[in-house]
């Protein structure tokens, strides 16, 4: 088990670096002077020549990537261009506010599509299969950004139920229209999966002896089925969550939530470059993180794959 | 293995309502697309002072945006814009993809590590997130939405392309035209690629829709083809402060791509229950 963890973790360093590469590249890719571009317009020189220095841009390609390196290493990100604030401080600050947001609509995915699921696989065939299954096209086919915008004319502006937009200090009422604009993609693929691992498992044997014995139907599907089916929706789920930071963007921007993905689209519309490569990197490593994670407890929950001498 | 051909799975469609009106709305859509443009009555970037803000009607069938353009023809006109991207996106990443999956694939050993390495790290970036990366560091536009597209996508083809490979390249046809003489080349993309397409249809299908979602939020959040001209995700972004006031300047081009990006996606998992034989019951 630990020389599993050891192993994953250890490959998590090549692609950290390959994302570090991409980001370099794009970078490097930026219009005007990158060093004035990290440190910001308003830099002092000693800052201004600290980070030539570090970054060596005369220096050849991959010197100047072994600077950018140990700047990361460092948890310097650059400043923005327009604030002059350090961009990890920045990240740091907004983080919690998406991550807030990423768990509710988690919560809302998972809740709303393992239902949705168990119901189209049980009746199969039945309008509310079919139902299940117009909600789980759909979910996957509307654009963020325009749910967000329809919920909230509907929802907030013609019946008055809910706050248009903000954070109301942290009350719940504003959290329910971002999160249920963010979770629905996820809701339609957690829908689509537990259908598809639901009626696999309730074509086992083992559904078939519950059955037998004489078990309530209800305790058959969520003791026996559903169990036995949770693995690739967890999985689904975990790997959803560190990919949150990609609709947050679009959902933020509408809803006025301050976290990182509204952060992002300021640097956008700025075309502030420390900003956007910061969240673009931060998003990555994030994304990579929940990976391993996700990985690590698969290995954890499913005893099969634990049993299984490792390769 | 050709006769999926033979058994066009589009000639068949009538037993599948929802693929069959998925079929007609992109038949219309792709028509719209070439000869739409001609047939509306507005220039798509006339700006009409008079007539802002109007509410669907006679003269404006989807009504005009805030400075008084005719919604339905930039409607029609961003159906261009987004097919344009979407499918040539999906060209040119599952081109990119075949040609690094099959020499994955097929080369096996240090290629192959070097490959999926690069597959993997690409694909270590939640995608909106690296098109944004790319698109600003661009000057924003067509080819530069296309680029950003391709570039988030092709690693997700390549690894499904190489998949396919490592189980193609072990058929014992692989091995009996090698053994006539074949060149590498040909048993690649003459032997291999026919045989990996069906699948290959499949996964593009079902990845047109994203692509088309994926412009429509790169045009939101202004790294798309830029105003004035009409894209469906710059409407919807130019005109969101009028929601409550004007809701039609918003919902109309956010209907076109939902609707456009359904019926992608039931024409996809149609091709998919159809062709892939681990879908087929």
Redesign the interface.
């Known amino acids: 088990m630990l020389s599993y963890l050891v192993k994953r973790v250890l490959l998590f360093i090549?692609?950290l670096l390959?994302?570090t590469?991409?980001?370099f590249f794009?970078m490097q890719?930026?219009?005007g002077d990158p060093v004035q571009t990290m440190a910001g317009e308003r830099a002092d020189p000693e800052t201004l020549a600290r980070i030539r220095a570090e970054l060596g841009v005369d220096r050849p390609l991959p010197l100047q990537y072994a600077g950018y390196l140990s700047l990361l290493a460092r948890g310097e990100l650059g400043r923005s261009l327009y604030t002059n604030r350090r961009v990890a401080d920045d990240l740091l600050q907004k983080f919690p506010n998406t991550l807030k947001l990423a768990l509710a609509a988690i919560l809302f995915a998972s809740l709303g599509g393992i239902t949705l699921g168990i119901v189209s696989a049980v009746r199969r065939g039945t309008v509310w299969d079919r139902l299940a299954s117009i909600l789980s096209?759909?979910g996957?086919?509307?654009?963020?950004?325009?749910l967000g915008?329809?919920l909230?004319?509907v929802f907030a502006?013609w019946l008055r139920w809910l706050p248009p937009s903000g954070m109301g200090g942290g009350s719940p009422a504003y959290l329910i229209l971002p999160a249920v604009t963010l979770g629905t993609y996820s809701l339609a693929y957690v829908a689509r999966i537990t259908r598809a691992s639901m009626m696999e498992a309730l074509s086992q044997p083992y559904v078939a002896a519950a059955r037998a014995k004489g078990l309530r139907e209800s305790v058959v599907i969520m003791k026996h089925a559903l169990k036995n089916s949770l693995i690739p929706i967890v999985t689904l789920i975990g790997l959803d969550l560190?990919?949150y930071?990609?609709?947050a963007?679009?959902t933020e921007t509408?809803f006025g939530w301050d976290g990182l993905g509204r952060y992002?689209?300021d640097g956008?519309?700025k075309?502030d470059?420390p900003v956007?490569?910061g969240?673009?990197l931060f998003?990555?490593v994030v994304?990579?993180a929940m990976?391993v994670l996700v990985d690590i407890s698969y290995h954890y929950l499913d005893p099969r794959v634990r049993v299984r001498p490792e390769s | 293995m050709k006769n999926w051909l033979k058994e066009n799975p589009l000639t068949d469609l009538q037993g599948n309502l929802p693929a069959l009106l998925a079929a007609v709305v992109l038949a219309v859509l792709v028509l719209t697309a070439f000869i739409g443009p001609f047939l509306v009555s507005h220039d798509p970037l006339a700006i009409d002072l008079d007539s802002l803000r109007r509410p669907p009607g006679r003269d404006h069938l989807l009504g005009t945006d805030s400075i008084g353009r005719d919604i339905l023809s930039r409607i029609v006109h961003g159906a261009r814009i987004s097919l344009a991207v979407g499918i040539s996106a999906t060209l040119l990443s599952l081109g990119i993809g075949v040609v690094f999956g099959l020499f994955a694939g097929y080369f096996g050993g240090r290629t192959d590590l070097v490959l999926s390495q690069v597959f993997d790290i690409f694909l270590a970036f939640p995608s909106l997130l690296l098109a944004i990366g790319i698109g600003a560091v661009m000057p924003p536009g067509l080819s530069s939405a296309m680029l950003a597209i391709t570039l988030v996508s092709w690693a997700g083809f390549a690894r499904l392309v190489r998949g396919m490979t490592l189980s193609i390249k072990e058929q014992t046809y692989i091995e009996a035209s090698r053994a006539i003489g074949a060149s590498t080349g040909r048993v690649l993309f003459r032997h291999i690629l026919p045989n990996a397409l069906p699948l290959l249809l499949v996964a593009g299908s079902l990845r047109v829709g994203g692509f088309i979602l994926l412009e429509a939020a790169l045009s939101f959040l202004g790294l798309g083809v830029q105003p004035p001209a009409p894209t469906w995700g710059s409407m919807i972004s130019l005109n969101r402060m009028y929601i409550n006031s004007a809701p039609w300047m918003v919902i109309f081009p956010g209907l076109a791509i939902s609707v456009t990006v359904i019926s992608f996606n039931v024409l996809g998992d149609y091709l998919r229950d159809r062709l892939d034989p681990r879908f087929r019951a």
């Open positions: 090549p692609t390959g994302i590469i991409i980001t794009l890719a930026l219009p096209v759909g996957i086919s509307l654009p963020v950004f325009w915008l329809t909230m004319l502006l560190g990919s930071l990609n609709g963007v679009l509408i992002a689209l956008i519309m075309r470059y956007i490569m969240v673009v998003g990555a994304f990579v990976n």
